[in-house]
């Protein structure tokens, strides 16, 4: 194992041929971007390796809280607690409001509680993923942390409580000012929605941990599980971590979170032939403009940099 500096950890790879480690690299990528990055990335499948900057540093997950959430839900429709086919009629102007999803649509809508947390995670659902919050339960996205070993993460609400907490942090009337306030360079906004201590949050580590094992079929039934990567595979964003690998042939199943000057991705990056690599990457802006396509790009970069390091051939049978 080589070191850079505290917290920046590689196993299994090394220094490239100009002379500097990995993390020296992903460390730069963030630097030229102008945020603050923490990365953690492995294979899913029995090896040590990993590549890491910070990475059992604790973080705010943003949108990323709906991947548990989700499949916290998958585990009780295995438990047969949960019937997927139910369907419920929302009306959007009662719901969490948010850029996409539910909350846009102008007349009620009928979905099936499948259907609803597909939109959570294809789209980032405000809407979608307060209604399955309440159908699930947070107790039981508790028992999933738990059942995994994940100590380090804690999901301690959704979207409206996190909406609330901005309100008053920023002493707003609004969810709308409340992001405007939030948006203002000039201002510099000490808000519990971006502390790890307050907030839901969790560590690169332990996200790249629960993926390997969802990856793995130990979480939730064969069903269940692909049911899982299908609908990571079909999230619509494309300027984080699937940026870095424009080829056909790649899949990148993701979730991604962003408030303010936090921006997030977690996922599972799979080359045909080759072992999945998961990789959680989260930043933390030196700016606040609601659109920093320099982060988003140092994410993807980041990504890319940890992924390529870790690439293996699947074992031949």
């Known amino acids: 194992m080589s070191s850079t500096s505290r917290g920046d950890t590689t196993r299994g790879g090394g220094r490239t041929s100009g002379g500097r480690s990995v993390e020296e690299r992903i460390r730069a990528v963030f630097a030229d971007a102008g945020c603050t990055g923490w990365l953690h990335a492995r294979r899913c499948d029995n090896s040590a390796a990993e590549i890491s900057i910070s990475g059992h540093e604790r973080v705010v997950v943003a949108s990323v809280y709906k991947l548990p959430l989700f499949v916290a839900f998958c585990r009780l429709v295995d438990a047969g607690r949960i019937d997927p086919t139910t369907r419920l009629t929302v009306t959007p102007s009662e719901c969490t409001p948010g850029p996409t999803g539910i909350a846009v649509l102008r007349d009620p809508v009928t979905m099936s509680l499948r259907d609803l947390a597909a939109s959570m995670m294809t789209v980032s659902d405000n809407a979608a993923a307060d209604i399955l919050l309440g159908e699930t339960g947070l107790g039981a996205v508790e028992d999933l942390l738990d059942h995994l070993g994940l100590t380090q993460t804690r999901i301690v609400g959704g979207t409206v409580d996190l909406h609330r907490s901005l309100v008053r942090d920023t ?76 080829h056909r042939s790649v899949s990148v199943a993701g979730k991604t979170g962003t408030i303010g000057v936090i921006r997030n991705e977690v996922a599972v990056v799979e080359f045909p032939g080759e072992s999945p690599v998961a990789v959680a990457v989260f930043t933390r802006a030196a700016r606040a403009d609601p659109e920093l396509p320099v982060v988003d790009a140092a994410i993807a970069e980041s990504a890319r940099i940890a992924v390529t390091e870790l690439r293996r051939p699947l074992p031949q049978e």
């Open 171 to 246: 002493d707003t009337h609004t969810t709308a000012e409340a992001f405007a306030a939030l948006a203002e360079n000039d201002d510099a906004w000490t808000v519990s929605a971006y502390d790890p201590s307050y907030a839901s949050a969790t560590t690169p580590q332990e996200m790249t941990r629960f993926l390997r094992a969802l990856w793995g079929g130990t979480v939730l039934s064969a069903e269940q599980t692909e049911f899982v990567r299908t609908v990571m595979r079909h999230q619509v964003w494309p300027h984080r971590i699937a940026a870095a690998f424009p």
